[in-house]
């Protein structure tokens, strides 16, 4: 199985993180190619051997016991560490870009992103607010996706990503509950080999609303959703109070969380597993990963990056591509 992994900020730590993860992965079944600037990554990290190789990754996979396969990208401007330049981000946004036709057109089995910089990219005009809804927006599945972090103890969906609190909460509907709620419920599934997964909804207002007391959104969107999905035959449990449901005893009454706002899920999520935590992008017709820190633009070029989180990543792409394979398979045997 191979895999494409984007450049990110050429600034940050990626290339670091990514010569630490091949060096751990080399030796195993989980293979990528690097799709970005081989002279960059190069300087960047000049012990790690990198070699060009042709888009139909034919040569991808042999390569990469002995270096990191490379499909080229080539920066506008020369990196420095830590210093991002909005001249390098058409160079950002086409590793994406050719990460994702690979992995469409089945050359590759899933796309793998190392950290970006939203504010450097939004200067360059880029319109998105991050990689999730530039990733579904080339798969021809806008507004499909949902943002899922997973890790050992804890999966965590969210309601909103990337927008500003008040509009999270103006944005709140049983609709998208739903929605939500029904693109976890199938990931779990289809993604994940839980036969019967149970969800969790948070609530809004401290307490869950305290029957209405301190708040009418549970009444008046969460409930009518829970009731919603419940009668198509999904377990969901809720509205939990968000300051109680990630507690260990908590955490083993589901399998995800859906929480309603981003803080709401990625505060205790990270609190839990930050080191081992892998962002998923559930709902599109590719499997989506990447470590869920930033570019931390601060220590890169100094050798501090921690690269467990990317190979988590890896990891998690590898078997969720097999897993979903198996389900459709069974599925279609059933079927005939």
């Known amino acids: 199985m191979m895999l494409v992994l984007t450049m990110g900020d050429p600034a940050g730590i990626s290339a670091e993180i990514t010569a630490k993860a091949w060096a ?11 799709v970005g600037d081989p002279l960059w990554f190069s300087s960047m990290c000049p012990d790690t051997p990198i070699v060009v190789v042709e888009e139909s990754l034919g040569d991808a996979r042999r390569v990469f016991k002995n ?22 981000a058409p160079s950002v946004v086409e590793s994406i870009e050719k990460a994702v036709v690979l992995t469409l057109s089945g050359k590759a089995q899933a796309v793998v992103t190392n950290p970006i910089s939203k504010t450097t990219l939004c200067q360059a005009g880029f319109m998105y607010p991050g990689h999730t809804e530039f990733i579904s927006s080339l798969c021809g599945a806008e507004r499909e996706e949902v943002m899922m972090m997973v890790g050992p103890t804890l999966k965590v969906a969210l309601t909103s990503v990337h927008v500003p609190l008040r509009q999270a909460i103006d944005g709140l509907t049983i609709e998208r509950l739903v929605f939500v709620g029904r693109k976890t419920w199938r990931a779990l599934k289809e993604d994940f080999g839980i036969p019967h997964p149970r969800l969790a909804i948070a609530g809004l207002n401290p307490h869950a609303g305290e029957s209405g007391y301190m708040g009418r959104e549970e009444i008046e969107i969460v409930v009518p959703a829970i009731t919603t999905l419940r009668a198509e035959g999904i377990d969901i ?4 109070a968000a300051d109680s449901m990630f507690t260990p005893f908590s955490r083993k009454q589901y399998d995800a969380a859906v929480c309603l706002y981003h803080d709401q899920g990625l ?3 990270k609190t839990v597993e930050m080191d081992l935590g892998v962002n998923v992008t559930t709902g599109l017709p590719l499997v989506r990963t990447s470590p869920d820190h930033g570019t931390a633009f601060n220590i890169a070029g100094h050798g501090l990056a921690d690269e467990t989180s990317l190979v988590e990543a890896l ?21 005939q």
């Open 24 to 34: 751990k992965l080399r030796e195993t079944e989980v293979a990528f190619a690097l």
């Open 67 to 88: 270096a990191v396969p490379c499909i080229p990208v080539v920066l506008k401007h020369p990196a420095q560490a830590g210093i991002p330049s909005v001249k390098n």
């Open 237 to 240: 449990s809720g509205p939990w």
């Open 267 to 269: 505060i205790p999520f």
């Open 315 to 335: 990891k998690t792409a590898v078997e969720i591509a097999a897993t979903r394979k198996k389900y459709h398979e069974a599925m279609l045997a059933n079927s």
